[in-house]
């Protein structure tokens, strides 16, 4: 296994995460009194398990089909229309 590679993954995801609509409902769940808060820790981490198989079983599939280069420009370009319509409705 390529630590670097993996070091980069976890850190990039992990940022990502925080503070993200995900971590709220986590936290939001976590306050009930009649849940347990390792039932919320196990059911949180099979959810985002299962999303991140998803995410990585259809990017295979995807750059099976296009090329990485383009893909990588698609996402930037989604990235900035994301930003720049976030910027615009915070106006």
């Not at 398990?49 to 259809?58: L, Q, R």
């Amino acid at each position: 296994m390529d630590w670097k590679v993996f070091l980069t993954i976890f850190g990039t995801v992990f940022l990502a995460e925080l503070g993200d609509k995900t971590q709220l409902a986590t936290v939001l769940f976590a306050t009930r009194e009649s849940l347990h808060p390792f039932v919320v820790f196990l059911a949180a981490s099979a959810a985002l398990i299962a999303a991140s198989a998803i995410g990585v079983a259809a990017g295979s599939f995807i750059a099976d089909q296009v090329d990485t280069k383009v893909l990588s420009y698609i996402a930037g370009a989604g990235f900035v229309i994301i930003g720049a319509w976030t910027i615009w409705n915070a106006s």
